[in-house]
C-alpha cells in the first residue's frame, strides 16, 4: 500500500494563479482531510469529507474549494492564489471514527509570489 | 471543541525516559486524548490515543488522570529520532476532526 500521496510535493505560484493539490490514498477510508501548516505553527483543518459525495468546512476554509467524487481522490482547489496561502498543505486519511489514528501524506510545499 | 494546553518545548537526555504533559479540562466525558508527532516537516505521525484507560504500544505510553482533565506522553527511553513536535489533541467526537494544537518540541540531547 501506498498510504496516502500528495502530488506536487513543491510548487510556486504568481498570485492569481490557480493549481489543484492532489491527494489519493488506496486504504480504502471513508475520511479524508486537508490541513495547511504555516512555518512554527500547528496544523490547521481547511476542508474534511466523511464520504464520497460529502464534504465540509474546516477552520480555515476561506480561499479553498473541495471535491470527493470517489473514496479514494480529494483534491484541493486554490483559486486566486494570495501570499497569504504559502503554506505547507498536508492531505490526512482515517477509518470511520478515526479510532485507529490518521494517516497523513507527505505534504506539498507551497510557495505564492 | 476542548482545548489542550501543552509547554512549548522540553528536554531530555537520550536513554532517559521523556513525560510531555498535556492539559485538556474541557474535555467531554465521550471525547479521545490522540498524542502525534512531527518530524522536521514531515506528515504528523500517529502515536497512541485512549479515553480513559492508561495505554501503552511499542511507541509509548499514555497516562491519563482519573478526571481525564490531563493526561501525559511516556517515551520510554528517549532516542535522538525521537526529537520532533509533540501534539496532544483532543478528537471532536461528532465529526473525527483533529484539531491541532501548537504543540511541545522535545529536543533529545546526547
Known amino acids: 500500500n501506498a498510504g496516502v500521496t500528495q502530488t506536487p510535493k513543491f510548487r510556486i505560484l504568481k498570485i492569481g494563479q490557480s493549481m489543484t493539490l492532489q491527494c489519493t490514498q488506496d486504504m480504502n477510508h471513508n475520511y479524508m482531510y486537508w490541513y495547511r501548516q504555516d512555518p512554527g505553527m500547528g496544523l490547521k483543518l481547511i476542508y474534511y469529507?466523511?464520504?464520497?459525495?460529502?464534504?465540509d468546512k474546516g477552520e480555515v476554509p476561506n480561499g479553498y474549494n473541495v471535491s470527493r467524487s470517489t473514496t479514494e481522490d480529494f483534491p484541493l482547489r486554490l483559486e486566486l492564489a494570495a501570499p497569504s496561502q504559502t503554506s505547507v498543505y498536508f492531505c490526512a486519511s482515517s477509518l470511520v471514527g478515526g479510532d485507529y489514528g490518521y494517516t497523513f501524506g507527505s505534504g506539498t510545499r507551497l510557495t505564492v509570489v | 471543541d476542548a482545548k489542550t494546553t501543552q509547554p512549548p518545548s522540553m528536554d531530555c537526555a537520550e536513554g532517559r525516559a521523556a513525560n510531555l504533559p498535556c492539559n485538556h479540562s474541557?474535555?467531554?466525558?465521550?471525547?479521545?486524548v490522540y498524542w502525534y508527532r512531527q518530524i522536521h516537516s514531515q506528515g504528523p505521525q500517529y502515536i497512541i490515543h485512549?479515553?480513559?484507560n492508561n495505554e501503552t504500544n511499542e511507541m509509548a505510553s499514555l497516562i491519563i488522570t482519573e478526571d481525564r482533565k490531563s493526561s501525559t506522553l511516556i517515551l520510554p527511553h528517549a532516542t535522538l529520532r525521537d526529537t520532533a513536535v509533540y501534539y496532544c489533541i483532543v478528537r471532536v467526537e461528532v465529526t473525527d476532526k483533529l484539531i491541532f494544537g501548537t504543540g511541545t518540541r522535545l529536543q533529545v540531547f546526547p
Open positions: 474541557t474535555i467531554s466525558g465521550n471525547e479521545y
Open positions: 485512549g479515553l480513559k
Open positions: 469529507s466523511v464520504g464520497a459525495g460529502i464534504t
